[in-house]
């Protein structure tokens, strides 16, 4: 064995695994099991008692679940991590372990259209609320904090339009503050951008999305950085006070820099209850195995359209972080300097009419709601996901008449901006 520390590529296939025990199989067996034998009533009693570790039941852990935990830490590193059955599950899990009812946290206002609504309405109904922030305007953040603040939430590359976040900036904000930085990763993926490099606490993902990249399979997961001290203050009794459903244990005095992901598994996941089936974290894991491959592609393609684009007498302008007028374009080259992921925006001259032309006009690109496919999806925001604001609040969402959304996939370039031309021509 060399002393080198595995690459990333390495990781993406080998983190987490060893061939199976039992059969010596070499892909990671789906362990389709909902329960598992104790070896006798002590080793029963200590598992119960978080006094070792092991598996009781697929709810709060799985062998196969495991192995995408330790692959996904591994990518981001991060100490530990918890899946879970949707990216939405996994803010979940983060919130209802950081949060109590009444508490706040500042969100970036530029955000998955899903995030928005979960913030804005499904956590308003445990007490959880939302003070919306600007990543153009830093300060805000910093402005958005009061005592009541338990934790910041941003994108590192934020939907729509593929903006990249100044990730370092917030974090100090959040240092200051005393409180973690979360951030969602899903559109950069650890290939592009490492969150924890630059001072996040907790890094999330839809699994969904890049990590799993073939639109075939569900799922999240929170990765514990292990960097942040839970026990000042008292703000966060989850992790610093103890537990009355584990004999009064204290989870960050007893575990230490992977408390967060204990708490997030063992009071979260098993009260909450969101697993991920076996069979997805098997598909996922498949997934990531490839994913230094497709996120270079997907950048690659993604930029050879963008440019493309801004030179079709059609389009009024492109956002991509990736193109050196972008506004964002200084900090695309200092975060994701391989490329700025595979989701932008542009503007069609046409208005709301050509939008809703060329997305029923394309036949390669896929007109649907999702990102982080192999094959590549367009929507008109205008007229699907954010039809029912008023002009102006889609124009704040970034979401005005005129933009069209892509996730450019795998297939060959040549052929999807073919497809682009014949769409807009027609
Ligand atoms: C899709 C998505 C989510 C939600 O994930 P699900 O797996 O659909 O629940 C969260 N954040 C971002 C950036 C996403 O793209």
């Known amino acids: 064995m060399s002393d080198r520390l595995p690459g990333f590529s390495t990781l993406s296939i ?11 199989a070499r892909a990671t067996p789906i362990y389709q099991t909902t329960s598992y034998v104790f070896n006798d009533a002590d080793h029963a009693a200590s598992l119960f008692g978080l006094q070792s570790f092991g598996n009781i039941y697929t709810r709060i852990t799985n062998p196969t679940t495991a192995v995408l935990e330790e ?16 990216g939405h599950a996994a803010q979940i899990l983060v919130f209802h372990t950081l ?15 899903g995030s928005i609504n979960q913030f804005n309405h499904a956590f308003k109904n445990f007490g959880w609320n939302v003070v919306w922030a600007d990543t153009d ?5 910093k402005r958005a904090v009061t ?7 941003i994108e590192s590359i934020a939907n729509p339009g593929g903006t990249v976040t100044d990730i370092e900036a917030i974090a100090t904000i959040a240092r200051d503050a005393g409180v973690p930085l979360i951030v969602d990763n899903t559109l950069a993926s650890p290939y592009l951008i490492r969150p924890i490099d630059h001072g996040a ?12 990249g073939h639109g075939n399979s569900l799922g999240g997961i929170v990765v514990d950085a292990g960097t942040f001290d839970w026990s000042k203050g008292g703000r966060y009794p989850a992790l610093s006070e103890p537990r009355p459903e584990y004999h009064g244990i204290k989870l960050q ?6 408390a967060f992901a204990i708490a997030v598994r063992v009071l979260g996941l098993r009260d909450l209850g969101p697993a991920i089936s076996p069979f997805n974290s098997f598909l996922i894991l498949t997934g990531i195995e490839t994913l230094s491959l497709r996120m270079q592609r997907h950048s690659d393609n993604a930029k050879a359209i963008a440019e493309w684009l801004s030179t079709n007498p059609a389009v009024a302008w492109v956002n991509y972080a990736g193109l050196p007028g972008d506004k964002y374009h200084n900090l695309a080259r200092k975060y994701s300097p391989k490329g700025s992921g595979a989701v932008f925006t542009f503007g069609l001259k046409g208005g709301y009419e050509a939008g809703v032309k060329l997305v029923s006009n394309v036949t390669l690109f896929s007109h649907l709601a999702n990102v982080g496919d192999t094959r590549s999806l367009i929507i008109h925001p205008a007229s699907t996901t954010h039809s ?5 609040q889609k124009a704040l969402a970034g979401a005005g008449v005129d933009v069209v959304r892509l996730s450019v996939g795998l297939e060959d370039k040549e052929d999807l901006i073919a497809d682009l031309d014949q769409a807009l021509k027609a």
Request: charged share 20%; with cysteine; hydrophobic share 40%.
């Open 14 to 24: 080998h983190a987490g695994a060893q061939p199976d025990p039992t059969t010596g």
């Open 71 to 86: 692959r996904v830490a591994a990518l981001e590193g991060g100490t530990a991590a918890v899946a879970c059955a949707s």
């Open 99 to 113: 949060m109590q009812p009444g508490d706040e946290f500042v969100a970036a206002r530029r955000l998955y259209g």
């Open 137 to 141: 305007d830093v300060e805000s953040f």
């Open 147 to 153: 005592p009541k603040t338990k934790a910041i939430f």
């Open 201 to 212: 606490d907790i890094v999330i993902h839809s699994l969904t999305k890049f990590l799993g």
């Open 253 to 258: 005095e007893t575990f230490g820099n992977f």
């Open 388 to 392: 029912q604001l008023s002009d102006d």
